[in-house]
């Protein structure tokens, strides 16, 4: 499967094989995006993703071996350069927080129209999150179910850490918020650590729901 100059590479992964060969023939119905290779599941995507270095994985959750969530984790984490966007049936708390926490910048589900994924990926690529509209919901109803506090005075957000709050929410790197803002990392991870400090978020998926439920970010 060779890629076309410009397109966006992507490795599909999915145990069913009705189901995966289904999006291979989807994604190559859309401009711009080009199939590099397909996996049945987490171990065989985690190899096709050292071997092809795609840009994008759409990724199932639930898969045997290594599934879904652990697949992410360990593509995040040794090859961040490559974006996973899930694509699965469940949109239960579980999963959206376990996947969003292990590293995917998008989520959809599996009734998905075929232009909603050709823009997940598109995001993707470009280093943007995309989350299905039942997935906010859900997010915000966690949020609201975990009594996310409202900011007071000493908590509120500085207008640049709101800004880089977005950007996060936005599923932007340290590196690409730097060059956005036109600062150094160094100043961005003090920005992150304070928003971390004063949202009481442990990690950039409970920034970015925090973003969402106390309007820092649209939907």
Do not use: W
Not at 78 to 94: C, F, K, N, S
Not at 165 to 193: C, M
Request: charge should be negative.
């Amino acid at each position: 499967m060779s890629a076309e100059a410009g397109s966006v590479t992507v490795v599909v992964a999915d145990d069913q094989s009705a189901v995966r060969e289904g999006l291979v023939l989807l994604l190559g119905t859309l401009p711009g995006i080009t199939v590099a290779g397909e996996a049945a599941d987490g171990n065989a995507a985690v190899s096709l993703v050292t071997e092809l270095r795609p840009q994008v994985v759409l990724m199932d959750l639930n898969m045997p071996g290594c599934d879904g969530v652990a697949a992410t984790r360990r593509i995040a984490q040794e090859h961040p350069g490559t974006r996973v966007v899930v694509l699965t049936t469940y949109a239960d708390d579980e999963s959206i927080i376990g996947a969003l926490q292990a590293g995917a910048l998008g989520y959809l589900t599996k009734d998905a129209t075929r232009a909603e994924i050709g823009r997940a990926v598109h995001a993707a690529a470009a280093g943007q999150a995309v989350l299905a509209p039942e997935v906010q919901q859900r997010l915000l109803a966690a949020a609201t179910r975990a009594g996310v506090p409202a900011p007071d005075d000493e908590r509120d957000l500085t207008p640049r850490e709101s800004e880089v709050l977005r950007l996060i929410a936005a599923g932007q790197s340290n590196r690409e918020i730097a060059r956005a803002l036109v600062v150094s990392e160094a100043t961005v991870k003090t920005h992150v650590n304070r928003i971390f400090a004063k949202t009481g978020s442990r990690d950039r998926a409970q920034a970015t729901r925090y973003a969402y439920t106390h309007g820092y970010a649209e939907p």
